[in-house]
């Protein structure tokens, strides 16, 4: 065996009303109104000042952080009700509305940009084999449809077979993967949405550093998938890695 330093992500909160108290979601199995409840009591109790400096999170993310709306989509019913022998009646109708996840981003200290998606992941090489990966790897069907557009063009001298397309495909998603050791985090953008207002320079890659800054109605920062912190408009995390918060771990070799 071996010893392997897999590395983690510390967190910083700061700005506005910000409530660094956490939210266990193991422990607690809410529903989506008490979990919100959960979050509003904790932060009436907490006597805070309006401004807050950057506080240090005590927990440290071993595979991923997410940020993004609590609620992807909400519905509103009215149901259907006959009187007076059906003389009179209301009309029964549904209908949903995407909440897109609004924030600005930084990364390694750059210019922010405004960004709307459906969240914001951020994983260690631990994390990078994981959600990060189903995120941005890419199907055999896409990479074979590139191709094409390729060889129509005469970019491409080699015969278009399957197994050329199944070779780029794994080179592409192994790149997404790295080692746990390496200290460094890999950013993922879900489902951008671009316009004239927001934009997505960079939909995915590697940094030592990135801040954002919530302009959200009723989001969440989540921990490794367990553990929930409030982030509402006026809040800002810094997400980096410290070497001091390597966790040793016991690595059997064959």
């Not at 065996?1 to 983690?8: P, T």
């Not at 910083?12 to 939210?23: A, M, W």
């Not at 009187?83 to 981003?105: G, M, Q, T, V």
């Not at 050791?181 to 949405?193: A, C, H, V």
């Amino acid at each position: 065996f071996r010893w392997q330093w897999r590395q983690r992500i510390r967190l910083y909160l700061e700005g506005t009303g910000i409530n660094p108290t956490p939210v266990d979601l193991h422990e607690q199995q809410l529903s989506q109104e008490q979990y919100s409840r959960a979050h509003t009591n904790e932060r009436l109790q907490d006597q805070r000042a309006e401004i807050s400096g950057p506080h240090l999170l005590p927990v440290r993310a071993l595979n991923e952080v997410f940020i993004g709306e609590s609620l992807s989509s909400r519905y509103a019913v009215c149901s259907v009700s006959f009187r007076d022998n059906f003389k009179s009646c209301k009309p029964s109708f549904k209908f949903s509305l995407h909440r897109a996840s609004y924030y600005e981003i930084s990364v390694d200290d750059g210019p922010w940009e405004k960004q709307k998606s459906s969240g914001l992941n951020v994983c260690t090489g631990t994390g990078s084999k994981a959600w990060s990966y189903n995120i941005n790897k890419v199907a055999n069907q896409a990479v074979e449809e590139i191709l094409k557009i390729d060889e129509k063009h005469g970019g491409l001298n080699l015969p278009l077979k399957a197994e050329l397309v199944q070779k780029v495909t794994n080179n592409y998603n192994d790149s997404l993967l790295y080692s746990p050791e390496e200290p460094k985090m890999l950013f993922s953008i879900r489902e951008p949405i671009i316009n004239r207002v927001f934009s997505s320079s960079q939909q995915r890659g590697f940094s030592s550093k990135v801040c954002v800054r919530s302009r959200c109605w009723d989001a969440c920062m989540v921990v490794d998938g367990g553990i929930s912190f409030e982030f509402n408009d006026g809040a800002v995390a810094s997400i980096l890695i410290d070497t001091e918060d390597a966790l040793c771990t016991v690595l059997l070799e064959e």
